[in-house]
């Protein structure tokens, strides 16, 4: 849906400034015309004997033979060119007007009309910045002093009355304007006119011709129109239903095969959100298969190819409720082929648990890469969740079983992993370490059992540092944006849903939205929250929302579902201002690189390299020829599609991007800019 729009802005005509155009002529009357002061004719000349031989010159135009005492043709009327090579005054400047010639040389009926036009009717059309300056510059010369009149110089001595012209009398010809020494022309039998009555005419007309302008401009000229501030409806910003709990969304990340499923899926179990059944039935299965350990997995990874691989490829999404919240788990995947996957799910985080396998060589692994060659899952797990927004994080120390629940294994861990958090500006007030073993059950959801783990620990459960978490600010009085983060099957309905976390403002059943990029607008039929239905959503809640009015394969992973009269922008031409992470290749102009954005992934290339910016942010003077690790720059990129973008300072959820290439993360950064934008 379009932004609101105007007609045009209101002009005055006093408003309509003319100043702007006369240094753009001045130069134009500098370069293209020389003032040339006529020869003076000396009184003997003119009064030469009638017995002399007459002497003719031919128009050009008709080839008529004119007497050498004529200025202009008596036939068709055009002025001789000796006459106006030799005019005292400055240069002609004749606006074009309904058929009134602007070049000297050519014949006022050729660019006329036949038809017969009233004089008080007479229009223009400025098609161009040009023609608005030839009308301020027309209107500027008959303001000028008056000259001698041609007329009243030729050698007939005769006082020729002035030519008075009603306005309501229609000519067969259009008139010619004739600043200062012409005149103005009407037939063959007006041959002349007084100076005083030429001005006067054409100041009335240069008048009219500004206000046409005038009129035009408010006419045609029309300017994107800036909705007001956006005003919160009663029923966005209504009070907590008494007795329910707050919505956190937590993500669970970390490196592959340091147990996320298995911690998720033993969580589940405990709080009762499996079954028995199903329970068995995953513990048959995985025993079947050789896989045994994976049984608590398999609760979260459903799907045939994940269970047959043993790793996790999308993001999974479960429920469960603690004394405090009602969490929304999003299981992400480890492995470095499904980085993509992590930053689509993980994005909506509010907060995150990052699983450390404590194992010797795991957490190695984990942190430096396989051989140490590359940077592990758990360092760039680390980086892209501080680049969502997440500020608190819970570390899970995950298998202590293995390692025999060692104090020393779990002080080294945390001297080196934790050196690197404060590197990626967490803080160490909003970090929690919780040492635990999934498999064993160990300090899950109470106090752990085992004599060699609780000899020396005597600190939180995971449960309780799941409630300790504070819940981030939700912005509901802000328009509706929903970015959407899969297209799934409604379980009340069977049709196909918009699933994805409100990040601003509020909806409801009957809802207007405005579906991007496809620009159509739809309502909110029905509205599923933790699969059950609900009729108001807000700010923070993941839902999934039924639509009717849009055809269904317009609404695709990574669109918009946003308020119809603040729509979000869609572009393909951004700033944004970068953090380079540890890179081996240095990144250089023209880079092709993977751009992620909420959830949305895009080829694109690093157009431009404007500066690099140092630890104050102050950009440098030149721009630098390429970017090495751990350098903060301001780039600009030029994606191969339009996405649904916003500004960082606008809206964070749609202003965070990351650039990936080689399968890794080279940079993270934010929107500053959007440089092209499709509006709809």
């Known amino acids: 849906m379009p932004r609101k729009v105007v007609s045009g802005p209101d002009y005055d005509d006093d408003e309509y400034d003319y100043e ?4 753009d002529y001045d130069d134009y009357e500098e370069t293209e015309h020389v ?5 003076v004719k000396e009184k003997e000349s003119l009064k030469k004997s009638s017995n002399a031989v007459p002497v003719l010159w031919k128009c050009s135009v008709c080839t008529f033979d004119n007497h050498e005492t004529m200025i202009y043709c008596e036939m068709c009327g055009v002025f001789r060119e000796s006459f106006v090579k030799s005019a005292k005054d400055a240069p002609i400047k004749v606006e074009s007007v309904n058929g009134i010639s602007n070049n000297y040389g050519t014949s006022a009926l050729s660019n006329s009309d036949s038809t017969k036009t009233p004089v008080k009717t007479l229009t223009t059309n400025f098609d161009s910045d040009s023609e608005r300056k030839y009308a301020s510059t027309s209107r500027d010369k008959v303001n000028s002093p008056p000259s001698a009149s041609v007329g009243s110089s030729s050698g007939t001595g005769k006082k020729k009355q002035p030519i008075k012209l009603p306005e309501d009398v229609p000519v067969e010809r259009t008139t010619r304007l004739i600043p200062d020494h012409f005149q103005l022309k009407e037939d063959q039998s007006c041959k002349a006119s007084s100076s005083a009555q030429n001005k006067d005419y054409m100041q009335t007309l240069s008048s009219d011709i500004g206000q046409l302008s005038t009129e035009r401009n408010n006419v045609n000229v029309a300017q994107p129109y800036l909705p007001e501030e956006y005003k919160p409806e009663e029923w966005m910003l209504a009070d907590q239903e008494s007795g329910a709990l707050s919505q956190l969304n937590l993500a669970i990340v970390g490196h592959v095969d340091s147990g996320k499923s298995t911690l998720s899926g033993r969580l589940l179990h405990l709080l009762g959100k499996i079954s028995k059944r199903d329970m068995h039935k995953n513990e048959k299965e995985a025993k079947e298969k050789g896989k045994g350990s994976f049984a608590y997995a398999w609760a979260m990874d459903e799907s045939s190819e994940e269970r047959e691989r043993g790793v996790t490829m999308t993001v999974a999404v479960a429920y469960l409720e603690t004394k405090k919240y009602r969490v929304v788990l999003l299981d992400s995947p480890g492995h470095k082929d499904f980085v993509p996957n992590m930053i689509s ?4 985080a509010d907060a995150a648990i990052l699983v450390v ?3 010797t060589g795991s957490f190695e692994a984990g942190m430096d890469g396989e051989g140490g060659k590359n940077v592990g899952q758990t360092k760039e797990h680390a980086q892209l969740i501080r680049s969502f927004g997440v500020e608190q994080l819970i570390v899970a120390v995950n298998k202590m079983d293995v390692i025999g629940y060692s104090k020393e294994r779990l002080e080294f861990i945390k001297v080196l992993l934790g050196s690197f958090l404060r590197a990626c500006n967490f803080r160490d007030s909003a970090i929690t370490w919780i040492p635990l073993s999934a498999v064993e059950n160990q300090n899950l959801t109470k106090p752990p059992s085992d004599a060699r783990f609780t000899s020396w620990y005597q600190g939180l459960c995971l ?3 799941i409630d300790s978490l504070q819940l981030p600010s939700r912005d509901v009085s802000k328009a509706l944006i929903l970015p959407i983060c899969d297209v799934i099957k409604s379980q009340s309905t069977g049709q196909l849903a918009a699933f994805g976390k409100l990040e601003t403002g509020a909806i409801r059943n009957g809802s207007k939205v405005l579906v991007l990029p496809c620009g159509e607008v739809a309502t909110v039929k029905t509205i599923e929250r933790d699969s059950r239905s609900c009729s108001i959503a807000r700010a923070g809640d993941n839902v999934a929302i039924c639509l009717q009015g849009v055809d269904g394969n317009r ?16 572009a393909n031409y951004l700033e944004l201002k970068i953090r380079v992470l540890d890179i081996t290749i240095p990144i250089l102009l023209g880079h092709q690189v993977e751009f992620h954005i909420h959830h949305v992934k895009e080829a694109a290339r690093i157009t431009k390299i404007l500066a690099l910016l140092d630890k104050t942010g102050k950009p440098s003077k030149t721009p630098p020829r390429f970017l090495k690790s751990k350098q903060s720059a301001v780039v600009q990129v030029t994606l191969d599609g339009a996405i649904c973008v916003e500004e960082f300072s606008k809206c964070r959820a749609l202003g965070r991007a990351f650039l990936r290439a080689s399968g890794s993360t080279i940079a993270v950064g934010i929107v500053t800019k959007i440089m092209g934008q499709d509006q709809y």
């Open 463 to 465: 449960l309780d540092a």
């Open 20 to 23: 702007d155009y006369e240094d």
């Open 35 to 39: 003032d040339v002061k006529p020869p």
């Open 555 to 570: 609404i695709i992973p990574g669109g918009i579902l946003c308020h119809p009269g603040f729509p979000v922008p869609v």
């Open 357 to 359: 396998d404590a194992s």
């Open 345 to 348: 799910g993980a994005t909506q």
